[in-house]
């Protein structure tokens, strides 16, 4: 079985500042993982999304995040927050295409001016 | 490229009545997965289809069901509507290339009163 967790149901973040959002997961297969972005009342967005090859995944609006087998984890990040980050993030796993998507809870950001 | 397109975005209903949403995927896309999404719960999958089968399914009771035409256009029905049922449910179609590539839909507001 597949279980996400992410680390924090809240992060707030001031304008111009680094965003850390942590994801961990557990999978009995090579994992694909993907992460999430849903504004409210819409889908979700996806931001990138991990497979094979590269282990630092560059994605849309100057996110990226790092697939790390040893640690389980596969943390989003981007150098400097803006007002439109502000957010719900969601960290998911699969084993194969075709197979569900396992979702964590979800981290909502919100950005200080 | 027309993304995925469910309707109605917005739905009220009675305990008790019955349900059926709609979900249009992306052109091309042969794979239609269905997701719950609730406050308490989060997202949870619902089931996928393929080439108008159903390979996988979570693990909801038997009111949920769905179906996939062979245009890829996917329906799902909610019967015997509870409470519980208030959720957003969002569909997500892929080309099933290997690349993992899940587009998600707005989602269809259900709420039962």
């Known amino acids: 079985a597949q279980s996400v967790t992410q680390l924090g149901s809240h992060v707030s973040v001031s304008e111009g500042a680094l965003v850390l959002l942590r994801c961990n997961y557990s999978s009995s297969v090579p994992p694909y993982l993907f992460w999430y972005v849903q504004y409210p009342n819409q889908g979700l967005q996806l931001l990138l999304k991990y497979t094979t090859g590269a282990t630092l995944v560059k994605g849309i609006n100057g996110f990226e995040a790092e697939f790390k087998k040893s640690e389980t984890s596969f943390h989003l990040t981007k150098p400097s927050a803006h007002m439109s980050d502000a957010a719900e993030y969601f960290c998911?796993?699969?084993?194969?295409?075709?197979?569900?998507?396992?979702f964590g809870g979800g981290t909502r950001v919100l950005v200080k001016p | 490229k027309a993304g995925v397109t469910q309707t109605p975005r917005y739905l009220i209903k009675t305990r008790g009545q019955q349900v059926t949403l709609s979900c249009s995927p992306i052109s091309g896309h042969r794979s239609v997965s269905w997701y719950q999404q609730t406050p308490g719960q989060g997202l949870q999958f619902l089931f996928e289809y393929f080439s108008e089968t159903q390979r996988n399914k979570g693990n909801f009771p038997g009111r949920f069901s769905g179906r996939q035409f062979s245009n890829s256009r996917s329906e799902m029905n909610v019967s015997t509507l509870e409470l519980g049922d208030s959720a957003l449910y969002l569909c997500?179609?892929?080309?099933?290339?290997?690349?993992?590539?899940?587009?998600f839909g707005s989602g269809t507001r259900l709420t039962v009163v």
């Open positions: 997500a179609s892929s080309f099933e290339a290997g690349d993992y590539g899940y587009t």
């Open positions: 998911a796993v699969t084993r194969a295409a075709g197979n569900k998507l396992t």
